[in-house]
């Protein structure tokens, strides 16, 4: 079957880093997606990778190691707006998103 | 760019009755369109996908006749719910997906409806 996993919550302090990790089964593999997602909002987009590596995006930053079926999504320089929910998607052979349950982010002062 | 509205934003409606949710792209030809409800602190879940002038393919579990999808058009999909009971209570979320988007089929997503059933 297919299936994402990733960490339920999180906690972090403000001006540090965080790693969220996302591992995936899929029937097929056609790229991997983070969305952020605020409590009443729908998600926005953070990155899409499709090959192995490190995606670099401002304080966002991807990475996707295809062999192993796992990514994350390091945040740098947390700020308190950053507190939301973190939404891993992997888009199988029909190009179709198969959407992780999110890790919500909790940042600290 | 790639902008997805959705219409309206929130709605309460009586038991019985039905409400129509209007998924829109603004500046693009969206060739699908994904209809995904959302319970709280729950992730999304995928209801259905449209493609534009054919039948809406419904996920498992999930009605067809209760929520009729319509993609008239590039631009434009519906999702009607019907005979709405307090547990289709959800917020409801729309995404289209650009008819040229390279190699990231990225999916935009709208503002989400807010719907309350009493």
């Known amino acids: 079957g297919q299936n994402i996993d990733q960490p339920t919550e999180m906690t972090a302090t403000e001006g540090a880093i965080v790693q969220i990790n996302c591992t995936y089964q899929?029937?097929?593999?056609?790229?991997l997606f983070w969305y952020q997602q605020h409590a009443g909002e729908a998600p926005t987009f953070l990155s899409y990778?499709?090959l192995d590596g490190l995606e670099e995006k401002g304080r966002f930053s991807s990475f996707l190691s295809r062999s192993k079926g796992y990514s994350y999504l390091l945040l740098k320089e947390l700020q308190m707006k950053d507190s939301a929910s973190y939404l891993c998607?992997?888009?199988?052979?029909?190009?179709?998103?198969?959407w992780g349950a999110g890790t919500k982010l909790i940042i600290k002062p | 760019g790639a902008v997805v509205s959705q219409h309206p934003s929130w709605v309460i409606c009586k038991s019985g009755t039905s409400v129509k949710i209007e998924c829109r792209s603004l500046?693009?030809?969206?060739?699908?369109m994904f209809w995904y409800r959302q319970f709280p602190k729950q992730s999304l879940m995928l209801m259905a996908t449209?493609?534009?002038?054919?039948?809406?393919?419904?996920e498992q579990g999930v009605e067809k006749d209760k929520f009729l999808i319509n993609h008239a058009s590039l631009t434009l999909s519906t999702l009607t719910v019907t005979s709405a009971h307090p547990e289709d209570s959800s917020f409801y979320i729309c995404?289209?997906?650009?008819?040229?988007?390279?190699?990231?089929?990225?999916?935009?997503f709208g503002p989400g409806t807010r719907l309350t059933v009493t």
């Open positions: 500046d693009f030809q969206a060739t699908t």
């Open positions: 990778n499709v």
């Open positions: 449209s493609n534009e002038g054919s039948k809406a393919t419904y």
């Open positions: 998607a992997a888009m199988d052979s029909n190009y179709q998103l198969i």
């Open positions: 899929t029937s097929g593999f056609n790229g």
């Open positions: 995404s289209a997906r650009q008819l040229t988007s390279g190699d990231s089929y990225e999916q935009y």
